[in-house]
């Protein structure tokens, strides 16, 4: 074929949009906006990464920090939710072997993630609304740096995503726990204590011959604990969006409500309680459950010490409710009791629980040697390492001692939250997409395995590599969240910009081979509606 | 007390060792699942090592921490230490707001900085002439902010702020208003 025509129709023009079910599509539109957002992301990411060289002239500092503001936001949100969410909202019905609960509601959670997310990013980028995520009280409410209708704009927009992901979580466990028509009925509240963990507890206590069968797979138990803590979620970002709201309005109508009715202190810990359930919770609940179904779907087997996995994922949504003093280790009113039992000890609980994850997924893969080094083997491996690398620069940083000379520091940023995000998180989404890859596209062909090749080695050496100079520059007291005027850090910050550009050399590869792989007409017929029926994941299903 | 630098001189040596290690596990790891040949049963006895191993590894690294970092102690038990001496330092709309031009202290006393913020919350951090930290705190209004400090080596010190405020507060510096004298 010539590139043309590869380009117009895909690889060998196996890939027909036509031929997908809506689930497919409505899966694949999610895995495409997510790309685009994490493709904005890292741009976004670069900009940023040059301005810590040495600041550009066409960006002031305020556009600067709305960059800043915007960037993890559309990483989490536009980006990591679309990929997730939509691998989910298939991967539970095609596991459950039953249809999603509503399609209707899963649409809406696409077009509420991917308008909110848009909105949220025009609304920074006009009006310069830059609070970052963190939105310490008082400063989302501060108008004398920030005007109130952009700022009303970007609540707006995180509040449709946080809609969005309420819906995700009503279909999610109305998908596990419903009886479809014209099926026998299934014991619902059973189901969701199986799933919520309650099953598995108990047979660590029980002997084997009286230990109950679980009702649901472990990968469905793990995305149903984690979206425990992405309900949770929600309502604090809502809850808080709405507070925020509340004075933007009233400033907007002419009365300025009294900022000091709200403690600062406990709004950090309330915001930080919920922001937690992200950093803490979901994502590595979800990564543990990613990495379950992963080995599983590479080996063929069955997971190594199944029933310790399951209890450890229950003991890990308790480590997530209890564990955001760790931010506020800096925070000399703080109670001590907190910061040492929920910010040092709690904490220490994530080596552990992540540990129990790295262990049982290496163990499984080991049982089933030897094994094809794969696309979605290599990539898992990379997420394997990427949490192996982070989270014990988290656990260091969760400490007393250290604290005091790491927080709000580039170790922070960049060994610990973007060798998470970047090396951890989404090596273990692209071992997703590869693996599903000829699932929800009926068996088209990847365009270059070279091209593969290159994205895996230059995400994993780019990405580590960065939150490596990022650490060292952190080490060296290189503080985020600001800017550096003198080049005071520049050896780092250059070598990092380098480790930047190899991410964006393999983010572009990997969408260049996607579209390849898919061609034009293909990716824009994901955008069609499909004549199939709703109710059926794969178009050969009755 | 010991220097903020060697703390960090010790843990950029622990962190690489460990990140070198794991990535040429994972890296073998990696190689040697691709090999030909059989597997042998894994011992649960090994995972469960391994699980202690973790335990052992979390809660030490602070009971360390704790003993060896003398300002980890001192901080927990600051308001039960007599300072040798207090600094009273307001920050509002964007500006800290010293008691006097420059803040003077010998070396080995024990100086507290009370920091009140009187709007948003904005971070209080001293820093080498090299830019390295020496410590840091969140101010948050509302809210007592004070950190007990100990100076080992005579120089001056340069304030900024550690936490972002807005854009108007990423040039929050006061350079070289701390000097510490040797006795």
Not at chain 1, 128 to 138: E, R
Not at chain 1, 330 to 335: A, G, M, R
């Given at each position: 074929m010539s590139f043309k025509d590869t380009f117009m129709n895909g690889e060998q023009g196996l890939?027909?949009?036509?031929?997908?079910?809506p689930m497919q599509k409505l899966v694949l539109r999610f895995v495409v906006v997510g790309l685009l957002y994490y493709g904005f992301a890292v741009i976004e990411g670069m900009i940023m990464r040059i301005y810590q060289i040495e600041p550009i002239n066409a960006i002031p500092d305020f556009q600067y920090f709305a960059i800043l503001t915007a960037h993890p936001l559309v990483g989490i949100f536009g980006s990591t939710y679309s990929l997730v969410f939509g691998a989910f909202l298939f991967l539970v019905p095609f596991l459950m072997k039953k249809p999603l609960w509503s399609y209707k509601l899963g649409n809406w959670t696409f077009l509420l993630i991917t308008a909110g997310t848009a909105i949220f990013w025009f609304a920074g980028f006009i009006t310069?609304?830059?609070?970052?995520?963190?939105?310490?009280?008082?400063l989302p409410v501060d108008f004398t740096q920030f005007n109130p209708i952009g700022g009303s704009f970007f609540i707006l927009g995180i509040a449709m995503v946080m809609l969005g992901t309420v819906f995700f979580v009503i279909n999610i466990f109305k998908t596990i726990s419903y009886t479809p028509e014209g099926f026998e009925k299934q014991p619902s509240a059973a189901i969701l204590a199986d799933a919520i963990g309650f099953s598995g507890l108990r047979n660590l206590f029980l002997k084997k011959n009286k230990q109950k069968e679980h009702l649901v797979s472990l990968p469905v138990a793990a995305i149903a604990r984690g979206t425990v803590d992405t309900a949770l979620n929600s309502g604090v970002i809502l809850f808080t969006g709405v507070l925020i709201l509340v004075y933007m309005v009233g400033h907007l109508m002419g009365f300025d409500l009294k900022?000091?009715?709200?403690d600062a202190l406990l709004y950090k810990n309330w915001f930080w309680w919920g922001l937690d359930l992200i950093a803490d919770g979901l994502v590595l609940i979800f990564v543990a459950g990613t990495w379950y179904l992963l080995a599983m779907l590479i080996t063929g087997k069955k997971l190594f010490m199944q029933n310790i996995a399951r209890a450890a994922l229950l003991v890990e949504l308790i480590v997530s409710w209890t564990v955001w003093s760790h931010h506020l280790l800096?925070?000399?009113?703080?109670?001590s009791f907190l910061k040492i039992a929920s910010g040092e000890l709690v904490t220490a609980f994530e080596l552990i629980t992540q540990g129990l994850a790295f262990y049982i997924t290496l163990a499984t893969l080991w049982s089933a040697r030897?094994?094809?080094?794969?696309n979605e083997l290599k990539f898992l491996l990379g997420g394997l390492l990427g949490f192996a690398l982070a989270v014990p620069a988290g656990i260091m940083q969760a400490d007393i001692g250290l604290n005091r000379i790491?927080?709000?520091?580039?170790w922070i940023v960049g060994p610990h939250v973007h060798v998470a995000i970047l090396v951890g998180l989404t090596m273990t989404l692209y071992s997703a997409v590869y693996i599903l890859f000829p699932i929800v596209t009926n068996g088209a062909k990847l365009y270059s395995q070279k091209l593969a090749n290159f994205h895996f080695w230059a995400h994993l050496i780019g990405g580590i590599g960065m939150g490596a100079f990022m650490g060292m520059a952190g080490l060296n007291g290189m503080l985020r969240r600001t800017i550096y005027l003198n080049g005071e850090f520049n050896l780092y910050m250059i070598l990092a910009g380098i480790c930047g550009g190899l991410l964006l050399l393999a983010f572009l590869a990997f969408f260049y081979n996607i579209v390849m792989s898919i061609g034009l007409k293909g990716v824009i017929g994901i955008f069609t509606p499909s004549k199939l029926d709703v109710k059926n994941l794969l178009p050969n299903e009755e | 007390m010991i220097d903020s630098q060697i703390v960090l001189n010790g843990q950029t040596i622990a962190y690489s060792c460990y990140a070198v290690v794991i990535i040429l596990v994972i890296g073998w790891f990696g190689l040697r699942i691709t090999k030909p040949g059989k597997s042998s049963k894994i011992s649960h006895s090994l995972f469960y090592t391994f699980v202690g191993f973790l335990m052992v590894l979390g809660v030490s690294l602070h009971i360390i921490t704790y003993n060896t970092i003398p300002w980890a102690s001192m901080d927990i038990n600051r308001a039960n230490i007599k300072p040798d001496k207090v600094f009273n330092i307001t920050v509002e709309n964007h500006q800290f707001n010293l008691p006097s031009d420059k803040l003077v202290i010998n070396v080995g006393e024990k100086a507290l900085f009370d920091v009140t913020s009187k709007d948003l919350t904005y971070g209080f951090g001293v820093f080498r002439s090299d830019n390295s930290m020496i410590f840091q705190m969140q101010v948050v209004p509302g809210h007592r902010n004070d950190i007990l400090w100990q100076f080992n080596h005579p120089g001056v010190y340069t304030i900024r702020s550690t936490e972002y405020s807005g854009p108007k507060g990423a040039q929050m510096i006061l350079q070289d208003v701390i000097e510490v004298k040797s006795l």
């Open positions: 890939f027909k949009a036509s031929g997908l079910t310069h609304y830059a609070p970052l995520y963190t939105l310490y009280w008082p900022e000091t009715a709200i800096s925070d000399q009113s703080q109670p030897p094994l094809k080094m794969t790491l927080h709000n520091t580039q | -």
